[in-house]
């Protein structure tokens, strides 16, 4: 039952109205509504997006979502373009090269939302 289930990822935002900005404005995803809750919902692919309001310091350091991409540089390009600021990394297992970290099977580029989660852009490598 679970395999066919629709998924919404819930996110910890301390500011829903600014995060749904960023997640209008800079990502371009599409605002569904409002929950009761102050919960504010994105289309996002085959699922959603739930910013829920929660206290500073909810968000968590590991990446929180990941967008698989068809064209990785082209979704850079496009939301740095928005204002989007990608992280660079340079440690033993993780090395990005004009933001994009080689995987083997996937390369990856990450970056923050307003509130601080971390969310990913990866392309499978055929």
């Not at 910890?12 to 599409?30: S, T």
């Not at 994105?42 to 959603?48: C, L, P, Q, R, V």
């Amino acid at each position: 039952m679970l395999t066919e289930s629709t998924i919404t990822t819930m996110l910890p935002v301390a500011d829903a109205e600014r995060a749904a900005r960023f997640y209008a404005d800079a990502l371009g995803l599409r605002r569904m509504g409002a929950g009761d809750d102050g919960t504010v919902y994105f289309e996002a692919g085959a699922g959603s997006i739930g910013l829920r309001p929660m206290p500073a310091g909810a968000q968590s350091e590991n990446t929180a979502l990941s967008f698989e991409v068809g064209d990785l540089e082209g979704e850079i390009s496009t939301l740095e373009e928005r204002g989007v600021r990608f992280q660079d990394f340079e440690m033993e297992g993780l090395k990005t090269v004009n933001h994009i970290a080689d995987l083997g099977k996937e390369r990856a580029a990450w970056f923050a939302d307003s509130e601080g989660n971390v969310l990913c852009l990866h392309q499978l490598v055929t």
